[in-house]
């Protein structure tokens, strides 16, 4: 977010600091996302859940946002695009989508009771789908939220929704918004059919399915197979594979299970061509940005798709890292007691109440707590139903309530975040075999 003077970072935190989260509905989100989570995992291991209930990023965008002209014009030639240019942070990918028309329109238009939903417009490859839409009503929509919110094939869903939500204050009848939808695995277009749902809040509990059909081919993606080994203040990390997607470009990590750290994010990583153009880090709704308690993550980027570089490098650093049995806190609800915190970490824990948890911890950017786990390992992160922060430069407070009805005490919270970095970076060439 650039070129804003300071009447419009005073005017950008004033309507932040308004925004109303629709709890329930991120709730309800949060809980489908944790039961695909624990689905996908229950026949192998697989890489660390592209949707981490606990971890969320919640991405509040506002319409004063600006952004380049550029970016908006060529943004506004998608149906849909236009009114929601303001919500969409740049990003090369999608504006090499719109410059080499990979997009679809779809222009599909529901009415149900008061309410109207129109699928605008989609774009979709096999790394995931996003899909714009409006809804319209003669009513006032800042007073429903969204509390549900999918895409299925054939009732089956398809991939994950990574739910965000944009909220407005004052009265309004239109709003415009997009969905992503993200997968561990490669998405399917064996069956080009859909159907899009939406559930709203309001008295009569209005329910939208909308079938829709792909026509235009599905572009593959680019895989290079990197397989090396780097070592980083003595830790070692396998750069395994990089895949380039019209959406986003991802690699994929591992890391040694001799290592004395446990590696948390990569806060920084992106592709760098031979003349120095970079494609950045994702930081939104698909999630560019995980940790690696499951010692394997997927990092999201920008995608070159459409470019045809001559050389590629990857360059990853401000690598987030703590010993190994000092990345998690642990607590007895049932006693409002704090068990163990790492005494080498600047955090403050509290219990305040037997479903209450409060932690204050230096403010990085980043959410401090991920996973939530019981007694027996199970998790239950979706019990998160509710947190509310607050800041005192420089430190942060979060305070999480938690519904509990049947889990093992004590719970221990991960640690998915903290500003404590390897002394080093990964600079690594990729060999380009087109």
Same mark, same amino acid.
Not at 184 to 192: R, T
Not at 380 to 386: D, R
């Given at each position: 977010?650039?070129?804003?003077?300071?009447?419009?970072?005073?005017?950008?935190?004033?309507?932040?600091?308004?925004?109303?989260?629709?709890?329930?509905?991120? %709730?309800?989100?949060?809980?489908?996302?944790?039961?695909?989570?624990?689905?996908?995992?229950?026949?192998?291991?697989?890489?660390?859940?592209?949707?981490?209930?606990?971890?969320?990023?919640?991405?509040?965008?506002?319409?004063?946002?600006?952004?380049?002209?550029?970016?908006?014009?060529?943004?506004?030639?998608?149906?849909?695009?236009?009114?929601?240019?303001? !919500?969409?942070?740049?990003?090369?990918?999608?504006?090499?989508?719109?410059? #080499?028309?990979?997009?679809?329109?779809?222009?599909?238009?529901?009415?149900?009771?008061?309410?109207?939903?129109?699928?605008?417009?989609?774009?979709?490859?096999?790394?995931? !789908?996003?899909?714009?839409?409006?809804?319209?009503?003669?009513?006032?929509?800042?007073?429903?939220?969204?509390?549900?919110?999918?895409?299925?094939?054939?009732?089956?869903?398809?991939?994950?929704?990574?739910?965000?939500?944009?909220?407005?204050?004052?009265?309004?009848?239109?709003?415009?918004?997009?969905?992503?939808?993200?997968?561990?695995?490669?998405?399917?277009?064996?069956?080009?059919?859909?159907?899009?749902?939406?559930?709203?809040?309001?008295?009569?509990?209005?329910? $939208?399915?909308?079938?829709?059909?792909?026509?235009?081919?599905?572009?593959?993606?680019?895989?290079?197979?990197?397989?090396?080994?780097?070592?980083?203040?003595?830790?070692?990390?396998?750069?395994?594979?990089?895949?380039?997607?019209?959406?986003?470009?991802?690699?994929?990590?591992?890391?040694?299970?001799?290592?004395?750290?446990?590696?948390?994010? $990569?806060?920084?990583?992106?592709?760098?061509?031979? #003349?120095?153009?970079?494609?950045?880090?994702?930081?939104?709704?698909?999630?560019?940005?995980?940790?690696?308690?499951?010692?394997?993550?997927?990092?999201?980027?920008?995608?070159?798709?459409?470019?045809?570089?001559?050389?590629?490098?990857?360059? !990853?650093?401000?690598?987030?890292?703590?010993?190994?049995?000092?990345?998690?806190?642990?607590?007895?609800?049932?006693?409002?007691?704090?068990?163990?915190?790492?005494?080498?970490?600047?955090?403050?824990?509290?219990?305040?109440?037997? #479903?209450?948890?409060?932690?204050?911890?230096?403010?990085?950017?980043?959410?401090?707590?991920?996973?939530?786990?019981?007694?027996?390992?199970?998790?239950?992160?979706?019990?998160?139903?509710?947190?509310?922060?607050?800041?005192?430069?420089?430190?942060?407070?979060?305070?999480?309530?938690?519904?509990?009805? %049947?889990? !093992?005490?004590?719970?221990?919270?991960?640690?998915?975040?903290?500003?404590?970095?390897?002394?080093?970076?990964?600079?690594?060439?990729?060999?380009?075999?087109?």
């Amino acid at each position: 977010m650039t070129n804003l003077n300071e009447q419009d970072w005073q005017k950008l935190t004033e309507e932040l600091d308004a925004i109303e989260i629709p709890r329930k509905a991120l %709730h309800h989100a949060r809980t489908q996302a944790v039961q695909r989570h624990r689905m996908a995992r229950k026949n192998k291991r697989r890489l660390y859940s592209l949707v981490s209930a606990a971890t969320i990023v919640l991405l509040l965008f506002v319409t004063s946002i600006r952004i380049s002209p550029v970016v908006a014009e060529a943004m506004a030639k998608i149906p849909g695009f236009a009114s929601v240019v303001g !919500m969409i942070a740049v990003d090369k990918g999608i504006h090499d989508i719109v410059d #080499n028309d990979y997009y679809e329109d779809l222009g599909i238009v529901q009415t149900e009771g008061d309410y109207t939903l129109t699928l605008r417009s989609v774009v979709a490859d096999h790394s995931g !789908m996003t899909i714009f839409y409006k809804l319209e009503s003669p009513s006032d929509l800042s007073k429903i939220s969204i509390t549900t919110l999918e895409v299925t094939q054939q009732g089956v869903p398809f991939g994950v929704v990574s739910p965000y939500a944009i909220s407005r204050t004052g009265k309004r009848t239109v709003q415009e918004d997009k969905v992503e939808i993200t997968s561990i695995d490669d998405l399917s277009y064996d069956n080009m059919s859909f159907e899009f749902h939406l559930h709203l809040s309001d008295a009569a509990k209005t329910k $939208f399915t909308v079938p829709f059909t792909l026509t235009n081919p599905i572009k593959e993606p680019k895989v290079y197979e990197l397989n090396r080994s780097v070592v980083v203040d003595g830790q070692t990390i396998d750069v395994k594979q990089l895949k380039i997607s019209p959406l986003r470009a991802e690699i994929r990590l591992a890391t040694d299970e001799q290592n004395t750290m446990r590696l948390l994010k $990569f806060t920084s990583a992106r592709l760098i061509d031979e #003349n120095g153009e970079t494609w950045g880090q994702l930081i939104n709704g698909a999630g560019g940005v995980r940790n690696l308690r499951d010692d394997e993550v997927s990092i999201s980027m920008q995608s070159n798709y459409f470019r045809q570089p001559k050389k590629l490098t990857l360059a !990853m650093e401000g690598i987030e890292a703590l010993p190994k049995g000092s990345d998690y806190i642990e607590v007895d609800f049932e006693q409002q007691k704090v068990l163990y915190v790492p005494s080498e970490l600047d955090i403050d824990v509290q219990v305040p109440s037997s #479903n209450t948890l409060a932690v204050t911890y230096p403010s990085a950017g980043w959410q401090l707590l991920g996973e939530i786990e019981d007694q027996e390992g199970n998790d239950i992160s979706s019990n998160l139903i509710e947190m509310r922060v607050s800041s005192e430069a420089p430190y942060v407070t979060a305070v999480s309530t938690l519904d509990f009805e %049947h889990e !093992m005490n004590p719970i221990r919270f991960n640690i998915n975040s903290y500003p404590l970095y390897l002394d080093g970076k990964v600079e690594m060439d990729i060999p380009l075999n087109e």
